[in-house]
């Protein structure tokens, strides 16, 4: 996602979230509507933090807020970047993730406003989005990136050259709504959508309207025990779509001094805005600097490939990743020689993905990755590889519209199992 340049006890965090309670459970219960653009969502469990310091728990799982101590807004971390928190490889660390919606220059930088006028109320606004939207941080719309971006995390033992495992192992909803942004200079037609009059002078927190940008606020219904976001046509229909979570920004810090903006994605990660890193998925990127640094924004609460209007479901998230680090020649590495792009995996498939601000560059960098992993991982050559890949594999794109455009392959696992 580009903007701009753009609850639970402690004690269910794992034993509930970790271990069975997730986006789809009874706990997440039926959202009412008051009217067709106004959510109640009172019948919810809302997960304002925990606390308001990173630390281990009583039971050695870690924990991570956010606040203003343990984020930045627009701007990745760098060789310049302190650890919040260090954990030993192969931790499992919750992070109570925040949607910066509500919180931007043209919605007021007033999430209680902001949301208040689609029926949320104040108990029903997250108090980070509260404290850092209220607070002097400084963050410009044209030019900083939207991201709420906590970390850096450094991981025991983590030196450049190794890869950083990300295991996603669960992602709860912290509050039942987001949303969907379109904005101008930005989205697969830009130019063309919003279709009003634009950006108008005088555009600036204090009178955000002038930014013309739209908003569609989306309240999250539970509808038989699985959660759908729902969009309403002027008609008043509603059109409901599946809520399937993952975190649109993660990754290591790059190895530069330079400020990193959060919205381009790279070969350490970030803003990869992929939809398949659900729960059960796992993600490997390269480490760039001693301790893997590891960062995480941008929760997403849905998301089609392309992102064509220019975001996701934004909305804020609970997330519990497994921390690991890897060194050169291990076997889980999904490559052999120098580990340099990222790469994922689901139970499903193997997904190679391709990074480049031309689309058509970037399906070549997905088909180059696949080769590579399957002459690498599978024992393939390179022509029966390719052959493979022209018969077998989808390439898609997971998104258009983050200055870095995303093509991602999906190698079936099924293919290579012993025997259809």
């Known amino acids: 996602m580009q903007r701009g340049i753009r609850g639970f006890h402690a004690l269910e965090i794992f034993g509930l979230l970790a271990l069975g309670l997730t986006v789809g459970s009874p706990a997440l219960a039926q959202i ?9 969502s009172s019948s919810h469990a809302i997960l304002q933090r925990l606390r308001t310091s990173p630390g281990k728990l009583a039971d050695g799982h870690f924990y991570v807020p956010a606040t203003l101590q343990t984020i930045q807004w627009g701007y990745l971390p760098n060789r310049k970047s302190k650890a919040i928190l260090t954990v030993p490889s192969g931790s499992l660390v919750t992070f109570d993730c925040l949607s910066a919606e509500g919180m931007m220059e043209d919605q007021g930088r007033d999430p209680v406003k902001f949301f208040g006028r689609h029926g949320v109320s104040r108990s029903q606004v997250l108090d980070d989005a509260v ?27 983590a030196q450049a050259g190794d890869v950083l495992k990300i295991e996603m192992i669960a992602f709860n909803i912290r509050v039942p709504y ?3 942004c ?10 063309e959508f919003p279709e ?13 309207q002038l930014y013309n940008n739209v908003h569609t606020f989306t309240p999250i219904k539970d509808i038989k025990g699985k959660p759908f976001g729902i969009v309403h046509t002027s008609s008043g229909k509603e059109v409901h779509f599946p809520i399937d979570p993952f975190i649109g920004t993660l ?20 803003n990869l805005d992929f939809k398949e890193l659900t729960a059960g998925s796992t993600l490997y990127v390269p480490v760039q600097l001693a ?3 590891f960062f995480i924004g941008d929760p997403h609460m849905a998301q089609g490939d392309g992102e064509v209007s220019l975001t996701a479901v934004e909305g804020s ?6 921390l690991s680090i890897l060194k050169a020649g291990d076997a889980a590495i999904p490559g052999k020689g120098p580990f340099t792009q990222p790469i994922a995996e689901n139970p499903d498939y193997w997904m190679p993905i391709g990074l480049d601000p031309d689309l058509n560059e970037a399906v070549k960098k997905a088909v180059r990755a696949s080769l590579k992993f399957l002459v690498d991982k599978m024992d393939m050559e390179r022509d029966t590889a390719m052959a493979y890949l022209s018969a077998a594999t989808d390439f898609r794109i997971s998104e258009v519209v983050d200055q870095v455009k995303g093509v991602y392959a999906r190698i079936s696992k099924k293919d290579f199992a012993k025997g259809p």
């Open 291 to 293: 301790g893997g640094m």
């Open 32 to 40: 009412e509507t008051a009217d067709k653009d106004r959510a109640d």
């Open 251 to 270: 990754g290591a810090a790059p190895d530069t001094d330079d400020p990193v903006n959060s919205v381009p994605p790279s070969s350490f990660g970030g």
């Open 131 to 157: 404290e850092i939207a209220s607070s002097n941080l400084v963050h410009d719309f044209d030019k900083d990136g939207p991201h709420i971006i906590i970390g850096p995390v450094a991981i025991e033992g």
């Open 178 to 180: 987001g949303v969907i």
């Open 317 to 322: 998230l609970r997330a519990t990743l497994k």
């Open 182 to 191: 379109s904005e101008h200079g930005g989205g697969a037609l830009s130019g």
């Open 196 to 208: 009003n009059a634009g950006r108008q002078p005088g555009a600036c927190t204090a009178n955000p």
